[in-house]
Every structure is written in structure tokens, then in C-alpha cells.
């Protein structure tokens, strides 16, 4: 049976729909008054982004260190903006002192239903996600920051020599991928989870290996951190957060696993402020590849973090045959637009050279880790 178009797409910032961002905190011991009245700073600032609609603080009648925010946005870019950017950093660092375990959750609003919303007055630019979306449930993240130049070989050895983590998380979470790349001196690695993300994510950084590699590479980091201080450690991590925007399988499901698909990862600098555009602009690439029967894509991801945008691609040839086809911008129309929204050079007006500005876009692999079949 072919899969439409809308089936393929099991994951999209860029469909309009409304956003509901759930955080869960677990506070430390004698925090709570700290934490709501750094709250209560938090809402007077976040009520003045663009896009966001209301939140609401909630405390556990069961458990009082236990804690729920949550927001509504008019959709996930406007609150993606936000939450990439670096005074959101500093506004919630006075809320994660306070927590001892802080996990956030993000979904697309589907139906409302109740008395309640059918008297609501809905935003003007806020609408319902059209229909469910499928998937195999998986869940992809990426993490991306910059090394010092010149110690790109050191850290390339480092990054690709370590010892695999288990893949078994729990019963529920399994890590089924790492695919780490770098372009020039940014390292931007990806993860594949099915389950919840933050266990897998968490289950990998207590692994031994893990753990000497990254205090490893500390020396050669542009932006300092200490793994040893939670604090610096979350900070850290936030800043490096590249998230998922958009993924769409342009093949059936299983195809990604035949030993003729190979992985590759793009990397895209926008001009200021056009990471949000350049990120929906390749998104649309990958759909209308997903409609062609000779394109060799399999499956698309985009990830993208204020002016940095990158797309993995698998791809069902080798490296090099029909590379335009696979990561090229085809037509001097679309490299124009390409064009306006990318730092640096792109292509020539006609959109001529599409291969050969693939090849200036494509990252290097350093390692690319599956985990084995499961028994």
C-alpha cells in the first residue's frame, strides 16, 4: 500500500497548528517559595513574546515538591523562537535552580472540546492540527556546538572512538541511533529514541564512556563548561539543543535499514534571523522529493536552532550518484530563494552547480552507531 504524502510526514513545526508546551518539576527540598516567585517573574516576561496565549501553574495535591507548567502558543515556531533564544536561557535559569529533575513536553493541539473552549475566542493566527499524524515512534533530537579551530582532528578521534552506550534504556526506551558529523569546527550530533527521549538522553551522559569522552573533548570547546556542576551542565546542554522540526519518510517503512542507504547530514548557516524560513524552505524540498519516484531520499529530518539549520538525509545510493537529485536545490528559481535566506555562497544564478553546492553544505561523517537487533 502507498503511504500519502501527509502519512509520510510524521513530524512538522511548520502546519499553523496551536502549541501546548507541558513542563514537569520535581523540586528540591524548601524551594517551593523560591520557585514561585521566580515563576511569577517568568509569566510577566514570557506574556510579551510573540505567539504565546497563556499558562498555567499547577502544584500536585499529592506530592507539593511536584510541579506542572503549562503554555499555549499560536503555533511551534513563534514558541521555538523563544525557547532558543538566549534570554530564555537566562529567564528559566532561576526556575531550574530550584528543580532537581525539570522535563518538558510539546504537542500540537488536535481537538478541543468542552464547554469551556466552545466559548473561548481562539487567537486569530492559531488554528487545530488538520488530522493525526503517523509515525513509527521514534523520536529524534540533535545536539550542536562549536570546538576551538585547529582542534577539529583531536576531537573528530575523540568523538568516534568511544565504546557504544547499551542500547536498553528500560522497558520502554530503547536508543536506536547516533549519527555525529562536524563542518569545519562544528560537531552536530543526532539521536534516534524510541520511547522518551529524556531517559535515553539521560541513560547515555551516566555511561562510563560517555562520560570520559565529553570531559575529554572539555578542553578543546569554544564555550566552557563543568559536567561536574548540574547547573553549568543544563546550561550547557540547553544552549547546544538542536531541535527536530520536520521529518518525512519519502519511502516505505524498513527501507532505512537496507545496506544501500547511506546517512548524510547538511549544513545550512542562515543570514540573521532566516533560520525559521531556510528551515521551512528545505522542509518543502523533502515533501515535493517525497512525490517523486526517482528521487533516492528515503527519509528527511531537519533541525533547526535560531540561524543554524541542518537536514539529514538518508539516501538510497552512494555518495556522489545523483547527489543534486538527493541534496541539490534544483531550478535557478529555488537557489534564488535559497540564496536570500543562506549566509555565504550558495550557487550560481541558474542553479547550475546544485551538486557542487551540496558537496560545500555536507558535513563530514565521524561515526554513525546502530544499535543491534533487538533479541
Known amino acids: 500500500m502507498t503511504t500519502t504524502l501527509s502519512e509520510r510526514v510524521s513530524q512538522s513545526a511548520f502546519d499553523g497548528s496551536m ?5 514537569l518539576m520535581d523540586l528540591h527540598e524548601g524551594a517551593q517559595q523560591r520557585f514561585f516567585e521566580a ?3 517568568l509569566r510577566h516576561d514570557i506574556a510579551s513574546e510573540p505567539g504565546h496565549i497563556s499558562d498555567q501553574l499547577c502544584q500536585s495535591f499529592e506530592n507539593p515538591s511536584q510541579w506542572l507548567i503549562t503554555s499555549e502558543w499560536e503555533s511551534a515556531p513563534q514558541y521555538l523562537a523563544w525557547v532558543n533564544s538566549e534570554h530564555h536561557a537566562e529567564q528559566v535559569r532561576p526556575l531550574g535552580a530550584c528543580a532537581r529533575a525539570m522535563r518538558p513536553l510539546k504537542y500540537t493541539v488536535l481537538r478541543e472540546t468542552g464547554r469551556g473552549y466552545q466559548d473561548a475566542q481562539r487567537p486569530t493566527g492559531a488554528r487545530l492540527q488538520e488530522s493525526p499524524r503517523l509515525g513509527a515512534g521514534v ?3 540533535a545536539l550542536t556546538f562549536t570546538v ?7 576531537v573528530a578521534a575523540l568523538l568516534s572512538s568511544y565504546a557504544s552506550p547499551e542500547a536498553k534504556v528500560d522497558g520502554h526506551t530503547r536508543l536506536l541511533r547516533t549519527s555525529l558529523f562536524m563542518h569545519g569546527n562544528r560537531v552536530v550530533r543526532t539521536v534516534e529514541v524510541r520511547g522518551d527521549l529524556m531517559s535515553a538522553l539521560r541513560h547515555v551522559s551516566e555511561q562510563p564512556e560517555v562520560r570520559a569522552v565529553e570531559e575529554a573533548i572539555n578542553p578543546y570547546l569554544e564555550q566552557d563548561r563543568d559536567l561536574g556542576d548540574p547547573e553549568s551542565a543544563r546550561m550547557f546542554f540547553m544552549r547546544a539543543a538542536l531541535p527536530a522540526v520536520h521529518h518525512v519518510a519519502a519511502r516505505e517503512a524498513g527501507e532505512v535499514d537496507r545496506s544501500d542507504v547511506r546517512r548524510h547530514a547538511l549544513f545550512y548557516p542562515a543570514k540573521p534571523g532566516c533560520g525559521p524560513a531556510l528551515a521551512r524552505f528545505l522542509a518543502r524540498q523533502d515533501e515535493e522529493a517525497a512525490h517523486r519516484s526517482d ?16 537536514r539529514l538525509i538518508d539516501v538510497r545510493s552512494p555518495h556522489g550518484a545523483g547527489l543534486e537529485t538527493a541534496f541539490g536545490i534544483r531550478g535557478p528559481r529555488k537557489a534564488a530563494v535559497l540564496a536570500r535566506l543562506m549566509a555565504g555562497p550558495v550557487s550560481s544564478p541558474d542553479g547550475s552547480d546544485g551538486a557542487a553546492s551540496a558537496v560545500r553544505h555536507t558535513m563530514s561523517l565521524i561515526t554513525d552507531r546502530r544499535a543491534p537487533a533487538e533479541r
Open 19 to 23: 502549541l501546548r508546551v507541558v513542563l
Open 39 to 41: 515563576y511569577e517573574q
Open 139 to 141: 523520536v529524534r533530537h
Open 148 to 154: 576551538k579551530p585547529g582542534s577539529e582532528k583531536q
Open 295 to 310: 528521487a533516492p531520499t528515503v527519509s528527511s529530518s531537519i533541525f533547526q536552532r535560531d540561524d543554524i539549520v541542518v
